[in-house]
């Protein structure tokens, strides 16, 4: 069942306290396969047609888990500086951010994604999915809701 709260409600983050640690282990476990994965995504170019980002299968799977554990939440991601500027700044340490702050950044780069074809893909590719995920599981570890 999808639920839908503001990502900055007190709803959500009492969601995110609720989520059994063996549901967050099935995000928590891609970590080793998206470490191993060299392919996140190919182009596919057909005659006649222009060429578009085909997701591999461990892009389809995270995204399948963010959506099956709810982490996907509406906010004004677009508009949300200090997102940008986390992800922007090389020195930021995912491991000393909250839950709530590192599922909008994973939202605000899936959402993304529509926009702009192949984003996520570039996203898994240098490595900042996995350096999300890996400070999400920090977070939650040590609740740091």
């Known amino acids: 069942m999808v639920l ?3 990502a900055d409600s007190p709803e959500f983050k009492e969601h995110l306290k609720n989520i059994p640690i063996e549901e967050w282990n099935k995000l928590f476990d891609l ?3 998206i470490e191993s994965t ?8 057909e005659p006649g ?3 578009y980002m085909q997701d ?3 892009v389809i799977k995270f995204h399948g888990i963010m959506h099956k554990l709810n982490l996907i939440q509406p906010f004004d991601w677009p508009g ?10 090389e020195s930021t340490n995912f491991n000393e951010l909250d839950t709530v702050t590192l599922c909008k950044m994973l939202t605000a780069l899936i959402r993304s994604n529509r926009f702009v074809e192949g984003a996520l893909v570039g996203n898994f590719e240098t490595g900042i999915i996995n350096k999300l995920i890996i ?9 740091h809701h």
Do not use: A, C, M
């Open 4 to 6: 839908n709260f503001d």
């Open 80 to 89: 949300w500086q200090r997102g940008k500027d986390l992800l922007d700044d």
């Open 56 to 58: 591999g299968p461990i």
């Open 38 to 45: 060299t392919v996140f995504g190919t182009v596919v170019q």
């Open 31 to 33: 970590i080793p396969e």
């Open 135 to 143: 400070g999400l599981k920090h977070s939650v570890e040590n609740k």
């Open 49 to 51: 047609v222009l060429g």
